[in-house]
């Protein structure tokens, strides 16, 4: 599948948006494999764009969130951040743009898959939401997220609806060859009215606990707390162990 070269039009239609400088745009969709191959003193890949989309995306989902939840703390608001804004939740909102078909990519990386590829795709959805910002300012790329990102942002509202469950599955067994054990480790309050608390270990390891009103509540939170565990390992240097 090759990139539909400046026929965007279908692209903006999903996206919500219509850049007044397609140019952006472009370079929000060229990887640098693409230059690579096609080296070109008037094109640029879309790192530079990927970086400032990171810091868009931290800003409006975060303006989102202190939007809809006036009454959460610091501590929640940056967890349910983290989780709209990973790799994976990023690469949803591309695949559902259909991001991918869009992309300029070289021989090799079109070979081995990048068009589905969710890193790459997370990196270009921050590109394209700093392309966003940069043709229409903050007021227009803040709706554009609103839009797009409103099933993550309600699934962070309320972990209890989100099934972070799935998501630790697949994530553990790409990166672990595991999946996720939960035990119940206590049962508090009378009958109609428990908490519970279950731990979750990956690979013999416990990484989370998470507590409920319900045996699957409190699995859903632990998920969830584990998926931002994986997260903040994935993001350290290499070599560096967290702990001092």
């Not at 972990?159 to 508090?188: H, I, M, W």
Request: aromatic share 6%.
């Amino acid at each position: 599948m090759s990139a539909p070269g400046d026929d965007y039009q279908l692209f903006e239609a999903r996206l919500g948006y219509r850049f007044r400088d397609r140019r952006l745009l472009e370079m929000a969709l060229t990887h640098k494999s693409y230059l690579n191959e096609n080296p070109s003193p008037a094109r640029e890949d879309n790192e530079r764009l990927e970086f400032l989309g990171d810091a868009v995306l931290n800003l409006t989902v975060g303006h989102l969130l202190m939007e809809g939840q006036p009454l959460r703390a610091e501590g929640e608001l940056s967890r349910s951040r983290a989780l709209v804004v990973n790799e994976a939740g990023l690469a949803r909102v591309a695949e559902a743009l259909a991001l991918g078909d869009w992309l300029f990519l070289g021989k090799g990386e079109e070979q081995t898959g990048g068009r589905r590829k969710p890193s790459l795709l997370a990196d270009a959805c921050e590109a394209v939401m700093a392309a966003v910002y940069l043709d229409g300012g903050y007021d227009v790329v803040l709706r554009v997220v609103r839009q797009l990102f409103e099933p993550r942002l309600r699934e962070a509202r309320d972990p209890a609806n989100a099934d972070f469950k799935t998501r630790l599955q697949e994530r553990a067994q790409g990166r672990l060859r595991c999946s996720p054990r939960y035990s119940v480790v206590s049962e508090n309050g009378p009958d109609h009215d428990k908490v519970f608390e279950v731990a979750l270990s990956l690979d013999g390891r416990e990484v989370a606990r998470g507590r409920g009103r319900s045996k699957k509540e409190a699995e859903q939170r632990a998920a969830a707390q584990a998926l931002q565990v994986l997260d903040d390992e994935d993001s350290r240097p290499p070599g560096d162990g967290g702990a001092e």
